[in-house]
């Protein structure tokens, strides 16, 4: 290593990984990059030796000590007991951002939307990706959705400095707060709170279903768009493809303490092994990571370059239409058509010129300091499996001989079925009682004593909720009928 190299991990990946990575090693060698590569073995080899994460645990140390880590796709291998590597990088090394560029290169690539130039940031540690699920009952599955004030203040303040740094005018918020009241209702909230800081930054928040359509019909009027981690993963999907091909996209994962860079597409075993695959996601992304790791002047002399190619009509399959394209070229092709461009710049497409602090400095996310919550615990919802009517239910809880705790209703998948019900509502095997007392708090003795009475009449309870007030605000939804 000598003295201006950045230490970087590397893993090749499974599918078209090894040859869209050597593509990329070629050009970033030809194009004078300054880097000191540790190359780790990840991915399908690796959970077939009996690794159920797809990563040895001595590859974390390699990882954690470079600057980034730059990866191809990998594949997970069919049936259960795997997890998603991906997920467990990001969530691992606390690479909280997923920011995702969707261009398209009109007229050299086909697209359905010229001018589209949309950036996602993706929110990448929470949400349904934490992977928490149950089985409830025989009948009933269930999924966590964890949303913290932590986590969307770092995600929404990465999204406003990335919108300052790269000149970009607007920050718009996709979340589902019309439904989902407390956990996206977080998000956006946060994102009001934020975007105050911001003001010379244009700021709309859509629901996610209708902020969906209009992405997919008019791109051209959003600019950066932040998101919780599910909506994110999926549109920045249809985003890239609209804008021309899923190939053409990379990404980066940024985190306090260090950076992924991969492109957003997966290792297309089918197309493996064939010099077919487009090597530009990864391309893309390794120009981010050269800007991370502060060597802006070679991301500027190859980002140019890929423009110049795509320009000339040099494109793989994916991309290659007869009357646009010039010539249909393979992966080792490309990148051969990149590194003789090197110093070139496009005529048509505009230039891009990457500047030294066009990385955001992690001490800009500072966490807004909170006050101390008062909390009170006001009632419970407990959880029971239970295969008869709501009614018999309601019964069998009166005979308890509760005195001080009333049963206020009885729901069933978030609908109230008791005391009033009608008969249209179908029910499941999971039903959820809310108990509470008029008016004063409860305490957890009283709780634990509620529970031991269900024991006793053999009512079957799987989950217990505590419902909170946090300084006089409910900390739960409450029941349609009660609001
Ligand atoms: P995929 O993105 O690998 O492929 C879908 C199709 O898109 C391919 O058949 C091919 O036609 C096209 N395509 C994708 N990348 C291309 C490229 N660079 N050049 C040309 N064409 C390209 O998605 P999939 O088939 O759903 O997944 C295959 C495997 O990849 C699975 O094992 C999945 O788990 C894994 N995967 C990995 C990552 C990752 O490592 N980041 C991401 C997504 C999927």
Same mark, same amino acid.
């Given at each position: ?191 009001? +709170?934020? !975007?105050?800081?911001?003001? @010379? =930054?244009? /700021? *709309? ?105 795509? +320009?000339? !009509?040099?494109?793989?399959? @994916? =991309?290659? /239409? *007869? ?161």
């Amino acid at each position: 290593m000598t003295g201006n190299q950045v230490s970087i991990t590397v893993a090749e990946g499974d599918g078209i990984g090894p040859e869209i990575m050597s593509a990329t090693l070629h050009i970033l060698k030809e194009a004078g990059a300054q880097l000191d590569i540790h190359q780790v073995e990840i991915g399908e080899k690796v959970y077939l030796r009996g690794q159920p994460t797809g990563i040895d645990p001595s590859t974390w140390e390699t990882i954690r000590h470079t600057a980034a880590f730059l990866k191809a796709p990998i594949t997970t291998p069919q049936g259960g007991g795997f997890k998603s590597l991906n997920v467990t990088i990001r969530t691992t090394l606390g690479l909280y951002a997923n920011v995702r560029p969707c261009v398209a290169y009109d007229p050299f690539i086909e697209t359905k939307h010229p001018g589209m130039n949309v950036v996602i940031i993706r929110e990448n540690e929470e949400d349904l990706y934490t992977g928490i699920e149950y089985r409830q009952t025989p009948d009933v599955y269930q999924a966590l959705k964890i949303i913290s004030r932590p986590g969307c203040e770092k995600i929404i303040r990465y999204a406003f400095e990335y919108a300052k740094i790269h000149g970009r005018k607007k920050v718009t918020c996709f979340t589902k707060d019309n439904i989902l009241k407390l956990t996206d209702g977080l998000f956006h909230k946060i994102y009001e +709170e934020i !975007g105050t800081e911001y003001p @010379d =930054i244009e /700021k *709309e928040h859509w629901i996610i279903d209708i902020g969906a359509a209009k992405l997919a019909d008019q791109p051209t009027s959003f600019d950066v768009i932040v998101m919780p981690n599910l909506y994110g993963d999926i549109l920045s999907d249809v985003a890239a493809q609209i804008a021309g091909s899923i190939g053409l996209a990379g990404s980066a994962n940024i985190g306090m303490h260090g950076a992924m860079f991969e492109a957003i597409h997966g290792s297309a075993p089918r197309r493996a092994g064939q010099n077919l695959a487009n090597p530009s996601g990864l391309i893309l992304a390794a120009i981010q990571m050269l800007v991370h790791i502060g060597q802006s002047d070679v991301a500027t002399r190859i980002h140019n370059a890929w423009l110049a190619t795509i +320009e000339d !009509g040099i494109h793989t399959y @994916d =991309i290659f /239409k *007869e009357n646009i394209s010039r010539q249909k070229v393979g992966t080792q092709e490309f990148a051969h058509a990149v590194v003789a461009r090197l110093g070139a710049k496009p005529h048509s497409l505009k230039t891009v010129q990457y500047g030294i602090l066009q990385s955001i400095s992690q001490s800009k996310l500072v966490m807004t300091p909170q006050e101390p919550i008062k909390k009170e615990l006001k009632g419970v919802d407990i959880w029971l499996e239970w295969h008869q009517s709501a009614e018999a239910l309601a019964q069998a809880i009166h005979q308890l001989g509760l005195s001080s705790i009333k049963l206020d209703f009885i729901s069933n998948r978030g609908v109230k079925v008791w005391p009033i019900s009608l008969p249209e509502t179908s029910c499941v095997d999971s039903w959820r009682c809310r108990f509470s007392r008029q008016g004063t708090s409860l305490s957890q003795q009283e709780i634990i004593q509620l529970l031991n009475q269900l024991i006793i009449h053999h009512l079957d309870f799987f989950q217990v909720h505590y419902l909170y007030h946090f300084n006089g605000q409910p900390g739960y939804t409450i029941a349609q009928e009660e609001q």
